[in-house]
């Protein structure tokens, strides 16, 4: 149990479809990142949230994908009109502003995203 | 703009060896470091980071970095590797926001 839930683990889905995913930190963090992993490469930046804003987005964040997290606490994100450019896997990381625990980031498993 | 460069994508020790993986950083302001493993189908996993303070860094199973700010580097080091410590291993950057960059990754194989 990493603190981080993600769900689903696996998803497949069809080239044009639209797929959301969830991330669920156990506890309160109130600060939350997406990232993307793609295969022989290390995690890339997509977004992140201080409590529910949404602070920064990447530029590898099109317009097909959005992000929210509306309560300040879970977190889901959305790719419209799947490509299989989006085959991927989506990672979820949480941690706590301020003080020497700043960048105590906890990892989710995350979701691998297959597009056919 | 923040970068990070591991050199060796792949590297191959054997059992009780000592390991040394290469990460060298592009950054602006003083650099936030961390290194991370990943294994098969896991998440990521902190092994160490570095914000200030000693250079040399103490991390979770026998690893150790050494911040070389006249190098931009912060290579990860163990002096006895152990078939579990198998896997991908990654260095990044952080900002001021926690936001962090990447390397691409070293794959470590062990043999016996």
């Known amino acids: 149990d990493t603190g981080v839930s993600q769900d689903p683990r696996h998803k497949i889905t069809k080239r044009g479809q639209n797929v959301t995913f969830r991330c669920d930190p156990i506890?309160?963090?109130?600060?939350l990142y997406w990232y993307r992993q793609t295969l022989g490469q290390g995690p890339e930046f997509l977004t992140y949230f201080q409590n529910e804003a949404q602070l920064e987005k990447s530029r590898l964040l099109s317009d097909r994908f959005s992000a929210e997290r509306p309560k300040g606490s879970f977190s889901t994100l959305e790719i419209q009109r799947t490509e299989q450019g989006d085959s991927a896997m989506y990672l979820c990381?949480?941690?706590?502003?301020?003080?020497?625990?700043?960048?105590?980031?906890?990892f989710g498993s995350g979701t691998r995203l297959t597009v056919v | 703009a923040q970068s990070v460069t591991q050199p060796d994508i792949h590297i191959t020790v054997s059992e009780g060896a000592s390991l040394e993986l290469r990460c060298n950083y592009s950054y602006g302001a003083t650099p936030y470091l961390f290194w991370y493993v990943q294994s098969p189908g896991q998440g990521l996993q902190l092994l160490l980071k570095y914000f200030s303070g000693d250079t040399l860094v103490q991390g979770i199973k026998g690893f150790e970095a050494e911040f070389k700010r006249s190098q931009s580097s912060f290579n990860l080091r163990k002096p006895s590797v152990h078939w579990s410590d198998a896997a991908e291993y990654f260095c990044a950057v952080g900002d001021s926001w926690g936001k962090l960059q990447f390397g691409a990754g070293t794959q470590v194989v062990v043999t016996p």
């Open positions: 506890s309160e963090h109130n600060r």
């Open positions: 990381a949480v941690t706590k502003s301020g003080g020497t625990d700043n960048y105590g980031y906890t």
